[in-house]
């Protein structure tokens, strides 16, 4: 099961990141992860949250343009080489990244979760199973 | 079935057009020799009388009349009828320079109407619509040119003007309006409302819109028509001239028509002045052979476009004009180059931008600067940076193959850029020339 991360377009113009996360405060919505992908002329935030579709509706409410997108949620131990034996298991099975970022495990502190966003999702994630790594569904992250 | 207003004179043989033209216009160069002494001393200095002007074949020897002439005798230093036959004024929105003010009799406020009830019925409307008109009211002639013809149509008439876009919405809906009248960026943006709102073009009773007052593009009105589902007619006009009404739109809409019986269109090479061939691209000049209390003789109307005497399917006679890029007021000229912000529209539209949009020319170490700003949609959004930076790229290079200059794009947040209720600010030149 993939999770949904929300895409946000934001304004190349100071403040414009707050005005966001200003929304979803005021909204009760809780942020495991956030991203910022950003060029000379603007800015894509990406963010894993509690409610994704709660998030979405309040954003777009308040005339954001934001779009679901499907990444792949998976949990390493938080210790080196954790992410290395996670990634030879994407080369053996051939799944190419496209972005990649990571959050702290939240209470188990001794775990890190990484996101990836691959052209694939669904086939990535079947290949991936199938070797044995545990992709985690959108109910876990909620409940990190 | 094709609607028409005056039959008769609408679809009159282009001969009979010519012989009333004529007949009108030499009554009308002797109003205006006895009664504007600023016209008659233009005339003296041409070495022209009354006496010269036989028929149209004649206008070419008068003087021409421009906006700096009426700068120069506001307020009423062209008013040929004594005040005590006025009955009304309206005024320009002033956006290039001074105000000019208009004045009207009686007869010519009821032949401006009835030029917009063409308009109107043109557009399909008949005495069983409803006509929402939101242009604004007040100094601004397209409120109460619209609202005349409609009344002349029989019509029923919502004087709406402009502002308030929910309430302009529901009186649609709750009035089951069939025609809208307004400006065209305030119909996308009315348009734009509807959607947030949840209507599609099936719950809207609108059939037609009537808009003018500004440069639009062909890609703006096919916009319009999908989201309200409607047929969007152009309508053109002057305050200088009576208002609303001077051309209009059929149901071919392949250029407006030019109400020939009230008007006498020349185009002119802008340079030296001199008349150019029917069909050929040029300033347009109008002359107005009806208007009583502020008669205009020979009108350049710094608009830039063609005029066509190709049959039309609509079945009307009278001249067409094609839309004008713009009027040359609104022209930019950015290092050296021409560019009409409706151009600029046009490549915006066929990428898939929405016409909420900006131009921001500047200076920057002696070098003129282009900004187009327009906003992001979720249409043309993508969690992928590099599509969002190639649409960005690709949108770059279309203004670059219509303009000539290169433009810089800059995306906005939605809604950043403020919607017009009457005419839209879309130029801001910061130069300081």
């Known amino acids: 099961m993939s999770v949904q991360q929300i895409s946000v377009f934001l304004e190349n113009k100071p403040g414009t990141l707050k005005k966001m996360t200003g929304v979803l405060a005021s909204h009760g919505i809780d942020l495991r992860a956030t991203s910022l992908a950003e060029t000379k002329d603007f800015g894509i935030a990406r963010l894993i949250v509690d409610d994704a579709l709660e998030a979405v509706s309040t954003l777009k409410e308040h005339d954001f343009v934001a779009s679901l997108t499907p990444v792949l949620a998976i949990e390493i131990p938080d210790e080196a080489g954790g992410l290395d034996k996670l990634l030879d298991k994407f080369t053996d099975e051939s799944v190419n990244i496209e972005y990649m970022y990571a959050f702290p495990g939240g209470r188990n502190t001794d775990r890190a979760c990484m996101i990836f966003r691959v052209a694939d999702t669904k086939a990535a994630e079947a290949r991936l199973t199938g070797a044995g790594v545990k992709v985690l569904t959108q109910e876990e992250i909620s409940n990190i | 079935m094709e609607h028409y207003y005056q039959p008769e004179i609408e679809c009159a043989p282009y001969e009979e057009i010519r012989k009333i033209q004529s007949e009108k216009l030499v009554k009308q160069v002797k109003h205006v020799w006895d009664n504007v002494p600023y016209y008659r001393k233009k005339m003296e200095e041409k070495g022209v009388t009354p006496d010269d002007i036989k028929s149209v074949d004649d206008l070419h020897k008068l003087p021409f009349l421009s906006k700096a002439d009426l700068r120069e005798t506001y307020p009423d230093g062209l008013l040929a009828v004594p005040k005590d036959d006025v009955v009304r004024i309206h005024s320009t929105s002033g956006t290039t320079g001074k105000r000019v003010v208009a004045y009207y009799t009686q007869n010519d406020i009821d032949l401006w109407e009835d030029c917009c009830a063409r308009a109107i019925m043109a557009a399909g409307g008949t005495n069983e619509d409803v006509v929402q008109v939101s242009y604004g009211y007040g100094l601004f002639t397209g409120g109460a040119g619209l609202h005349g013809g409609s009344h002349k149509v029989g019509s029923l008439t919502i004087p709406m003007s402009s502002g308030n876009t929910d309430r302009q919405i529901m009186f649609i809906k709750d009035l089951n309006a069939t025609i809208l009248c307004c400006t065209p960026s305030y119909a996308a943006y009315l348009g734009e409302r509807m959607q947030e709102m949840g ?115 609509c079945g009307r006679t009278h001249v067409r004009m094609a839309k004008p890029m713009g009027r040359s007021d609104d022209m930019l000229i950015i290092r050296g180059v021409n ?95």
């Open chain 2, 339 to 433: 560019v009409f912000p409706s151009e600029i529209e046009t490549v915006l539209l066929n990428n898939g931008y929405a016409a909420n949009y900006q131009i921001v020319v500047d200076r920057v170490n002696n070098t003129d600067t282009l900004d187009v700003q327009v906003e992001m949609t979720p249409e043309m959004f993508n969690d992928n940076v590099g599509e969002v930076e190639e649409r960005q790229k690709k949108l770059m290079a279309d203004l670059k193959s219509m303009l000539g200059i290169k433009a810089k794009v800059s995306l906005l947040a939605p809604k950043s850029i403020a919607r017009s209720e009457g005419k839209a600010v879309r130029v801001i030149d910061k130069r300081k020339i």
């Open chain 2, 199 to 313: 209507y599609g073009p099936d719950d809207i009773p609108l059939k037609a819109g009537i808009f003018g007052a500004e440069a639009w593009s062909e890609e703006m009105r096919q916009s319009i028509q999908k989201t309200m589902g409607i047929k969007a007619f152009d309508i053109y006009g002057l305050t200088e001239l009576s208002g609303p009404g001077v051309a209009f739109e059929c149901s071919a809409q392949q250029g407006m028509h030019i109400n020939e019986d009230h008007f006498i269109a020349e185009i002119i090479d802008p340079d030296t002045g001199e008349v150019l061939p029917e069909g050929e691209q040029g300033e347009l000049v109008f002359t107005a052979i009806d208007k009583e209390a502020f008669p205009m003789i020979r009108y350049r109307t710094k608009d830039i476009c063609r005029l066509s005497r190709e049959k039309c399917s």
